[in-house]
T-cell receptor, first 117, second 114 residues
Framework: GAVVSQHPSWVICKSGTSVKIECRSL??????MFWYRQFPKQSLMLMAT?????????EQGVEKDKFLINHASLTLSTLTVTSAHPEDSSFYIC?????????????FGPGTRLTVL | AQKVTQAQTEISVVEKEDVTLDCVYE???????LFWYKQPPSGELVFLIR??????QNEISGRYSWNFQKSTSSFNFTITASQVVDSAVYFC???????????FGKGNQVVVIP
């Protein structure tokens, strides 16, 4: 149980285009989903936290208009990188929580590798 | 603010050697959770352990063991008799009770040489 999927697993796009990444909890309802960004040989950096039906909470320094997050249902969150540029190339990872704050456990997706040419 | 420090960036060991990864954390809260994750070359994070701040018991799971010392704010991870499949990046992380936001350390790249 507690499987999280991401689609696509990798994407290559031209500079200036927008890319949408989907994160789905397959066998549980995720009240909270998280989006992380990881540059090569670096740690995971939290970009934003999203709760179903409400606006995402972005971390300091993350551009809200650049990285649009939608958490439309308890099993789906999407991250759209708008007008992507080469510096947006990175590994994007989502995670989902079942909403048990006393457990604080996040289940991670397999990641999406974005390359912007 | 919470902070997790993993000082060793890359560690190389010969197969069958033991390797210990250090994790030092900072938080003013008394209730928190500590985690270790493994990230193999494929990129997917693999959950290894969660420990809450009230449980200082050490844990062993197969070749993996963890030593939690609140007195030194450390949560160290040891791989015994390392194998090539253990080659990966290992992350230590912390979150506060009631707040799922994870603060990750920089990670330890472990390379097991056959």
């Amino acid at each position: 149980g507690a499987v999280v999927s991401q689609h696509p697993s990798w994407v290559i796009c031209k500079s200036g285009t927008s890319v949408k990444i989907e994160c789905r909890s397959l066998d549980f309802q995720a009240t909270t989903m998280f989006w992380y960004r990881q540059f090569p040989k670096q740690s995971l950096m939290l970009m934003a936290t999203s709760n179903e039906g409400s606006k995402a909470t972005y971390e300091q320094g993350v551009e809200k208009d650049k990285f649009l997050i939608n958490h439309a249902s308890l099993t789906l969150s999407t991250l759209t990188v708008t007008s992507a540029h080469p510096e947006d190339s990175s590994f994007y990872i989502c995670s989902a929580s079942r909403g048990s704050p006393d457990h604080n456990e996040q289940f991670f997706g397999p990641g999406t590798r974005l390359t912007v040419l | 603010a919470q902070k997790v420090t993993q000082a060793q960036t890359e560690i190389s060991v010969v197969e069958k050697e033991d390797v210990t990864l250090d994790c030092v954390y900072e938080t003013r809260d008394t209730t928190y959770y500590l985690f270790w994750y493994k990230q193999p070359p494929s990129g997917e994070l693999v959950f290894l352990i969660r420990r809450n701040s009230f449980d200082e018991q050490n844990e062993i799971s197969g070749r993996y063991s963890w030593n939690f010392q609140k007195s030194t704010s450390s949560f160290n991870f040891t791989i015994t008799a390392s194998q090539v499949v253990d080659s990966a990046v290992y992350f230590c992380a912390l979150s506060l009770y009631g707040n799922n936001r994870l603060a990750f350390g920089k990670g330890n790249q472990v390379v097991v040489i056959p």
